[in-house]
């Protein structure tokens, strides 16, 4: 009896034992379970979409331009008899800049002039003889034509006469003189710079995709390379056709400078907007993955990584606006994207865009 007691105990104790390891057994293949799940989730940060106000603007280069500029001749040769400005000077418009000595040509305005009477007198004359019928009409027809050539003749020297005494054709900013008194000059004699620089033209080109979105009036901002103060100007004029070889449209703009602290030629680095997108969707730069079509961007979705191919538009220094691909509320993952895979688990840290500002 008592050997079948004996017999029952040791099964019962080896029944139990064989209980109690296959319950650590499975606890152990759990554990090990539960760690290999946890250390396949990659962690990632991401934001979410939110649509802002962006305003779309291309960055070009120029150059400015004096409003008007031309380089002071004279139109008749001669003796510069005297000088009537300051270099680096304003002058008025109309203001007498130089006087060339004229005597000669007042000389031969005196005998033009006697000539011109006589020929009138002559004239004169013949008229009375016509009217008596003492000469022809064709004697009358040339002491006539004698008479007009003398007064042309009078025109013509008194109009060089004009031209001795040169004048500034604009008010403007005078440069430096290549003349002195007493110098000869002639018409291909360069004297000095007159430069109106009251306003300034800005010339650039824009892409020809561009080409429809600007217009007339439009304005713009510009920064030159010496002065780091923003400058406003407003577009005036624009060519009618897009240049072949470069495939740009040449435009320019007018911006005051009446407290001249800009110079003609200058170097202008132009802001242009295009247009402004009240509901724009941007992402940090470091969201998006190059690939062989285009560009592609992981959102998180019912805690999976999910690639989507993006059309992508204007950039700023750390954003990137999002044309097509996203939608409002998106999760964005940004940081740790370059190893993930398509439906990855992802634990995300959440973030907010340093530059969000709300739509209007």
Same mark, same amino acid.
Do not use: W
């Given at each position: 009896?008592?050997?079948? @007691?004996?017999?029952?105990?040791?099964?019962?104790?080896?029944?139990?034992?064989?209980? %109690? @390891?296959?319950?650590?057994? +499975?606890?152990?293949?759990?554990?090990?379970?539960?760690?290999?799940?946890?250390?396949?989730?990659?962690?990632?940060?991401?934001?979410?979409?939110?649509?802002?106000?962006?305003?779309?603007?291309?960055?070009?280069?120029?150059?400015?331009?004096?409003? !008007?500029?031309?380089?002071?001749?004279?139109?008749?040769?001669?003796?510069?008899?005297?000088?009537?400005?300051?270099?680096?000077?304003?002058?008025?418009?109309?203001?007498?800049?130089?006087?060339?000595?004229?005597?000669?040509?007042?000389?031969?305005?005196?005998?033009?002039?006697?000539?011109?009477?006589?020929?009138?007198?002559?004239?004169?004359?013949?008229?009375?003889?016509?009217?008596?019928?003492?000469?022809?009409?064709? !004697?009358?027809?040339?002491?006539?034509?004698?008479?007009?050539?003398?007064?042309?003749?009078?025109?013509?020297?008194?109009?060089?006469?004009?031209?001795?005494?040169?004048?500034?054709?604009?008010?403007?900013?005078?440069?430096?003189?290549?003349?002195?008194?007493?110098?000869?000059?002639?018409?291909?004699?360069?004297?000095?710079?007159?430069?109106?620089? +009251?306003?300034?033209?800005?010339?650039?080109?824009?892409?020809?995709?561009?080409?429809?979105?600007?217009?007339?009036?439009?304005?713009?901002?510009?920064?030159?390379?010496?002065?780091?103060?923003?400058?406003?100007?407003?577009?005036?004029?624009?060519?009618?056709?897009?240049?072949?070889?470069?495939?740009?449209?040449?435009?320019?703009?007018?911006?005051? +400078?009446?407290?001249?602290?800009?110079?003609?030629?200058?170097?202008?680095?132009?802001?242009?907007?295009?247009?402004?997108? +009240?509901?724009?969707?941007?992402?940090?730069?470091?969201?998006?993955?190059?690939?062989?079509?285009?560009?592609?961007?992981?959102?998180?979705?019912?805690?999976?990584?999910?690639?989507?191919?993006?059309?992508?538009?204007?950039?700023?220094?750390?954003?990137?606006? %999002?044309?097509?691909?996203?939608?409002?509320?998106?999760?964005?993952?940004?940081?740790?994207?370059?190893?993930?895979?398509?439906?990855?688990?992802?634990?995300?840290?959440?973030?907010?865009?340093?530059?969000?500002?709300?739509?209007?």
């Amino acid at each position: 009896m008592k050997i079948k @007691y004996l017999i029952y105990g040791l099964l019962i104790v080896g029944v139990g034992g064989l209980v %109690i @390891y296959r319950i650590n057994t +499975n606890s152990k293949i759990g554990k090990s379970v539960n760690a290999s799940n946890l250390s396949s989730i990659t962690s990632v940060r991401g934001v979410v979409l939110k649509p802002r106000k962006f305003n779309d603007n291309i960055s070009l280069s120029g150059t400015l331009e004096a409003n !008007e500029q031309i380089e002071i001749r004279s139109e008749v040769s001669g003796i510069v008899q005297s000088i009537n400005f300051q270099e680096g000077s304003n002058v008025s418009k109309g203001q007498v800049l130089f006087k060339v000595d004229d005597i000669e040509l007042q000389a031969q305005l005196s005998k033009a002039k006697t000539a011109q009477k006589l020929a009138s007198e002559n004239e004169r004359r013949a008229q009375l003889l016509l009217d008596k019928q003492a000469i022809s009409q064709e !004697e009358y027809d040339i002491a006539s034509a004698d008479f007009e050539s003398a007064r042309a003749e009078s025109s013509l020297i008194s109009a060089q006469l004009s031209k001795t005494m040169v004048r500034a054709p604009f008010s403007g900013t005078i440069g430096l003189r290549s003349i002195s008194e007493g110098t000869y000059i002639t018409p291909l004699t360069p004297v000095a710079k007159l430069v109106n620089t +009251n306003k300034l033209k800005i010339t650039f080109s824009i892409p020809e995709k561009y080409a429809s979105q600007i217009k007339k009036g439009s304005s713009l901002s510009f920064r030159t390379s010496d002065n780091s103060k923003e400058h406003m100007a407003t577009i005036y004029a624009i060519e009618p056709e897009v240049e072949i070889a470069t495939r740009t449209l040449k435009m320019r703009a007018v911006a005051d +400078n009446s407290d001249g602290t800009l110079y003609p030629g200058a170097y202008a680095n132009v802001v242009l907007p295009l247009q402004t997108v +009240n509901d724009a969707l941007l992402v940090p730069s470091e969201a998006l993955i190059p690939v062989q079509n285009g560009k592609k961007i992981f959102v998180a979705e019912n805690g999976k990584a999910k690639e989507i191919d993006v059309e992508i538009g204007a950039r700023t220094g750390s954003e990137v606006r %999002i044309l097509k691909g996203l939608n409002a509320g998106d999760t964005v993952l940004t940081y740790g994207v370059m190893a993930l895979k398509n439906g990855a688990p992802v634990s995300i840290e959440i973030e907010e865009s340093p530059n969000y500002k709300p739509a209007e």
